[in-house]
T-cell receptor, first 109, second 117 residues
Framework: AQSVSQHNHHVILSEAASLELGCNYSYGGTVNLFWYVQYPGQHLQLLLKYFSGDPLVKGIKGFEAEFIKSKFSFNLRKPSVQWSDTAEYFCAVVNDMRFGAGTRLTVKP | GAVVSQHPSWVICKSGTSVKIECRSLDFQATTMFWYRQFPKQSLMLMATSNEGSKATYEQGVEKDKFLINHASLTLSTLTVTSAHPEDSSFYIC?????????????FGPGTRLTVL
């Protein structure tokens, strides 16, 4: 069955630590992958997206994600997190608007 | 930037009553809007795709007669939860994307928290 998995439910980091949030999908064929972020009390907003081309995608606020087809993964990374990155992060396959369960990131100052 | 609003932001109702939730694109026209449901600590689940001027497309397992969707104009879609029961309590989120663009430009509403007593 088609699915999107985010393995980390809650990640706690200190400022300046590096971040990697996992996202795996089980789809055949071409997939269009997005990462969304939801800051406390705010709407979901697009962080970055991948349709095709360069598998390393750069998004807003210093985030990037790498599409690895052989691993069915689209992990989100940021070299140095800030307290303001505290939020919920969702990976999604927009072919059918399927979202992962989300990962809550807490960054301690 | 594009703004999507939802009204009400929260609602409490008695079991058996119907509740209508509005989703509006405030500064753009949206041919397509999506309705999602989010359970605590779980993912957003796509319920239906709402297309202006035509019937909504429901995802498997979503009851059409339970969750009535109307997309009467390019800026408004409504979701009516009919004969609500406690198990319908959830967070309902809509999104919309600008006509003529792809889904990567979808903008999300703030959500509506429904509590059915």
């Amino acid at each position: 069955a088609q699915s999107v998995s985010q393995h980390n439910h809650h990640v706690i980091l200190s400022e300046a630590a590096s971040l990697e949030l996992g996202c795996n999908y089980s789809y055949g064929g071409t997939v269009n992958l997005f990462w969304y972020v939801q800051y406390p009390g705010q709407h979901l907003q697009l962080l970055l997206k991948y349709f095709s081309g360069d598998p390393l995608v750069k998004g807003i606020k210093g985030f990037e994600a790498e599409f690895i087809k052989s691993k069915f993964s689209f992990n989100l990374r940021k070299p140095s997190v800030q307290w303001s990155d505290t939020a919920e992060y969702f990976c999604a396959v927009v072919n059918d608007m399927r979202f992962g369960a989300g990962t809550r990131l807490t960054v301690k100052p | 930037g594009a703004v999507v609003s939802q009204h009400p932001s929260w609602v409490i109702c008695k079991s058996g009553t119907s509740v209508k939730i509005e989703c509006r694109s405030l500064d753009f026209q949206a041919t397509t809007m999506f309705w999602y449901r989010q359970f605590p600590k779980q993912s957003l689940m796509l319920m239906a795709t709402s297309n202006e001027g035509s019937k909504a497309t429901y995802e498997q397992g979503v009851e059409k007669d339970k969750f009535l969707i109307n997309h009467a104009s390019l800026t408004l879609s409504t979701l009516t939860v009919t004969s609500a029961h406690p198990e319908d309590s959830s967070f309902y989120i809509c999104s919309a994307y600008k006509s003529g663009t792809r889904a990567d430009t979808q903008y999300f509403g703030p959500g509506t928290r429904l509590t059915v007593l």
